[in-house]
C-alpha cells in the first residue's frame, strides 16, 4: 500500500524559501552544465549498435548519474524562481519508505501493480492509453470502451474532449472545468457499459488546471480515489504552484497520485543526457510531486517518439537502472509517429512493449498514435500490440540480449520513416461504432506482424 | 590579422561559445575601419547559420543556444555602441513569441526564441502561460511582424485560434502574421483556424520567420 507522501509541508515550504536564481540561470549556470558534468563523470555513452544493452554496470553509472544531478541541481520552482534542494538523506529516506505495491480500481476491477527487476518473469501490470488525442463527445464513449473492453487492460487512460456543449475545451476557460467533468462523467459511464465498474480510469486529461482537476474530482462525476491522477514535471526538473496545487489535493483526498514526467531528447542534453533527467525526473516525482507512480514518456524533440534507436536505448537503460537500484513503480509510455492500422505503428508498439518488459518496467503503458497529435487517430490496437508483446516477451524468459537481436532486426523496417511516417486512419475508419470490433483490414495487420514477432521468438500467449 | 580573418575568429568564436575570444575580437575589430554590415553578413549570419545545423543535428541544445544567443548581443551591442552617427543594424524583423494560455511547456518555444535572435530579429518573449490578449497587446504595441506560437497540450490549442480571432477583430489581422507551432499542433490546424504557417521544428521556425520578411 502508497506509504504517505515524503513530508509535504516541507516540500512546499521548499518552494517559497529555496535560493532565487532567474530560470535563464537556472538552465544556463545549473541544469545544462550539471547535465554535461554527470554525463562526463559517470562516463556514460551510447552505442547505437546495441540498442538495448546488458550491461549491468552501465545502468548502475546511469542510476548514480541521476541520483547525483537531482541532488546537485534540485528543482526549479517557475512561480517562485526558486530552487528546491534536497540532501542525500533525505533522498534516502523517501526511497526506503517507498511502497512494494499500489492498488488500483475497486471491487471486481482492483489490480495491483509492483516494482519488477530486469529479466523479470513476473508479469508488468498493463494500462491502455489513448493519451492525449482530441475526441469527438460523440465518440467520446465508445472510443473509451473499446479500450475499456481490451482483456488485457489493468486500467486505462482516455482521450481529450475536444469540445463540450459547444464550446473548446481551452484551458482556464468555464469550458474546462466542464469539460472534465463530463470527461470524468463519460469515462465511468463507459465503464460501467464493459463490465467493469470499479475499474481505475486516468483521470481528467480535458482539465488541465488545478482548478479544473479538483473539481472532476467531485464523486457525483464518478472519479474515485482508486483512479489514476497526475501531477507533470515541467521539463525539465521545474514545477510551479499549480501542480503543487494538485499533488496537495490529491494527497488530501486519499486519491491514487502518480508522476507524468517526459525528458525531451535534443531540448537540453543528447541521448546519454536525456536518460540521465529520466532518472533525475523519477526523483523528482518521488520528492515534489508526491507520487505513487510514474508514467514516463521519453520523447525525441523532432519525431516525436520513443521508438527510434537511440529512444529505445534510453528506454531500456532507464529501466534497467530503476529496476536495479529502486523499487520505483514506473509505467512506461509508447510514443510512436505511424498512426493506426499501419505495419509501422504495429512494430514501433511491439518493440516498445518487449524492450520496456524485458528491462524491468513495472507497468506497460501503452501507446500513443501518429505522434499523440491527429483527431481520433488512436485505437485500443495498437496498446493491445504493445501489451500482448510486452507480456509475450516475458512469458518466453526472453533476456536483454534477444530482445537486442529482435530490436536489430525490426528497426531497419521503419528508422528511416520516422521523419514521414504514415499517419493510418482514425478511430471511426479503424472500429465499427456498433460492435467495437477493429476492421479486418487492421485485424490482418495485426496477424501478420505478431507472425513476424512469433518468428523471431516472441512465443505468445495467444 | 586583416578584416577579413578577425570576421571569421568572431564566427569561430561564436561557433565555439569562447565569450572571452569573441569579446577581445571584438575589440579589435572596432579598432579597424568597420563596415557593420560586412561583421553581420559574414560573421554573425554565418556563426547563426552553422549553429542552427549544429542544432539540427543535435550536437548543440538549448545551453548551448543560450551561451550563443549571450555571446552575439553582447558583441553587437558594442559594435552599436561605437557605431557613427546615421549607421544602423537593420532588424530582420520583430517577432512576438509566447507559449498560450494555461500551457506551461516552454522548451520549444525558448528554442525557436533564441534561435530567432541568434538570426537577427527582434523578439518579446512572453513567456509561457500567456493570456491571448496579452499577446495581441503586445504584437500591437511593438508593431509586431509576426506572432508566433506554441502550444504543447490538446486542451490549450484553442488559445492560437483566439490570437487570430483578436487580431481579427481589432483590424490587425493583415498586418501581423501567425505562425504557430508546440507538439499537440499539425498543419491541419494550421488549416483550420487560418494561421501562416506550421512548424514541425525550430528551424521551419526560423525559415518560415524568414521568408515572411523575404530575408535571407
Known amino acids: ?462 | 590579422m586583416s578584416i577579413d580573418e578577425l570576421i571569421i575568429t568572431l564566427k569561430d568564436a561564436i561557433v565555439g561559445l569562447d565569450e572571452d575570444l569573441a569579446e577581445k575580437t571584438t575589440e579589435e575589430i572596432i579598432a579597424t575601419n568597420f563596415d557593420i554590415n560586412e561583421i553581420i553578413e559574414k560573421g554573425i549570419t554565418e556563426a547563426a547559420r552553422i549553429i542552427g545545423e549544429k542544432f539540427e543535428s543535435m550536437e548543440y541544445f538549448l545551453g548551448e543556444l543560450l551561451i550563443a544567443e549571450e555571446i552575439i548581443t553582447k558583441s553587437l551591442n558594442r559594435f552599436i555602441f561605437v557605431l557613427p552617427a546615421g549607421d544602423r543594424i537593420e532588424k530582420k524583423g520583430t517577432v512576438v513569441i509566447a507559449t498560450v494560455y494555461g500551457d506551461i511547456h516552454d522548451i520549444g518555444k525558448n528554442l525557436l526564441s533564441q534561435m530567432l535572435k541568434i538570426h537577427g530579429f527582434e523578439v518579446h518573449d512572453l513567456g509561457r502561460d500567456v493570456p491571448s490578449i496579452q499577446v495581441v497587446n503586445k504584437a500591437m504595441e511593438t508593431g509586431a511582424d509576426i506572432i508566433a506560437l506554441s502550444s504543447l497540450m490538446s486542451t490549450t490549442m484553442p488559445s492560437q485560434k483566439e490570437v487570430i480571432e483578436m487580431l481579427t477583430e481589432f483590424g490587425n489581422r493583415e498586418k501581423i502574421k501567425i505562425i504557430i507551432g508546440g507538439g499537440s499542433t499539425s498543419p491541419e490546424w494550421n488549416e483550420s483556424i487560418e494561421a501562416d504557417g506550421w512548424g514541425e521544428t525550430v528551424w521551419d521556425g526560423v525559415a518560415m520567420a524568414k521568408a515572411i520578411m523575404g530575408v535571407e
Open chain 1, 1 to 462: 500500500m502508497p506509504v504517505p507522501p515524503w513530508r509535504i509541508t516541507s516540500v512546499l515550504r521548499r518552494s517559497e524559501t529555496g535560493p532565487l536564481v532567474t530560470e535563464r540561470d537556472f538552465d544556463r549556470r545549473v541544469l545544462v552544465p550539471e547535465i554535461k558534468r554527470v554525463v562526463k563523470e559517470y562516463d556514460i555513452k551510447y552505442d547505437p549498435e546495441t540498442p538495448v544493452p546488458s550491461d549491468d554496470s552501465l545502468a548502475k553509472d546511469i542510476w548514480n548519474a541521476g541520483v547525483d544531478l537531482f541532488l546537485s541541481v534540485g528543482v526549479f520552482c517557475t512561480s517562485t524562481s526558486r530552487r528546491m534542494i534536497f540532501t542525500d538523506d533525505e533522498l534516502k529516506e523517501a526511497l526506503w519508505n517507498y511502497h512494494d505495491s499500489i492498488e488500483l480500481g475497486i471491487g471486481q476491477d482492483r489490480k495491483t501493480w509492483s516494482p519488477r527487476s530486469i529479466e523479470d518473469p513476473r508479469r508488468p501490470g498493463c494500462l491502455f492509453s489513448p493519451v492525449g488525442v482530441r475526441c469527438s463527445e460523440k465518440n467520446f464513449v465508445k472510443l473509451v470502451m473499446a479500450y475499456m473492453q481490451e482483456p488485457l487492460a489493468d486500467a486505462v487512460s482516455t482521450p481529450i474532449l475536444e469540445k463540450v456543449d459547444g464550446g473548446y475545451t481551452k484551458t482556464h476557460s468555464p469550458f474546462e472545468q466542464q469539460g472534465g467533468s463530463v470527461h470524468a462523467l463519460n469515462s465511468r459511464q463507459a465503464a460501467i457499459r464493459v463490465g467493469r465498474p470499479g475499474m481505475a480510469i486516468c483521470l481528467t486529461g480535458t482539465a488541465l488546471s488545478a482548478a479544473s482537476q479538483i473539481a472532476s474530482s467531485n464523486p457525483i462525476w464518478g472519479a474515485r480515489p482508486s483512479d489514476i491522477r497526475l501531477v507533470s514535471v515541467i521539463s525539465e526538473l521545474k514545477i510551479d504552484h499549480d501542480l503543487m496545487n494538485k499533488a496537495l489535493h490529491f494527497r488530501q483526498n486519499g486519491a491514487n497520485i502518480g508522476t507524468l514526467t517526459s525528458p525531451l531528447f535534443g531540448a537540453y542534453a543528447g541521448i546519454e543526457g536525456t536518460t540521465v533527467l529520466g532518472i533525475a525526473s523519477h526523483l523528482q516525482g518521488l520528492m515534489v510531486n508526491q507520487g505513487n507512480y510514474t508514467c514516463y514518456f521519453p520523447i525525441h524533440i523532432r519525431h516525436l517518439n520513443n521508438t527510434s534507436r537511440e529512444m529505445l536505448w534510453l528506454v531500456s537503460l532507464s529501466y534497467q537502472a530503476l529496476a536495479s537500484n529502486s523499487r520505483l513503480i514506473s509505467g512506461s509510455n509508447g510514443f510512436a509517429v505511424a498512426g493506426p492500422c499501419t505495419e509501422m505503428v504495429m512494430y514501433e508498439a511491439g518493440l516498445h512493449g518487449m524492450v520496456s518488459a524485458v528491462s524491468g518496467a513495472a507497468v506497460l503503458w501503452e501507446i500513443a498514435s501518429a505522434m499523440n497529435k491527429h483527431f481520433e487517430r488512436t485505437t485500443p490496437m495498437e496498446a493491445r500490440m504493445g501489451c500482448e508483446t510486452g507480456l509475450s516477451a516475458v512469458k518466453s524468459r526472453l533476456k536483454r540480449s534477444d530482445v537486442n537481436e529482435i530490436v536489430k532486426k525490426i528497426l531497419p523496417k521503419y528508422e528511416e520513416k520516422l521523419g514521414n511516417a504514415p499517419l493510418g486512419k482514425t478511430f471511426e475508419e479503424c472500429y465499427d461504432l456498433e460492435t467495437l470490433e477493429p476492421s479486418k483490414e487492421y485485424q490482418e495487420i495485426y496477424g501478420r506482424v505478431k507472425a513476424e514477432f512469433r518468428d523471431l521468438g516472441i512465443d505468445y500467449i495467444y
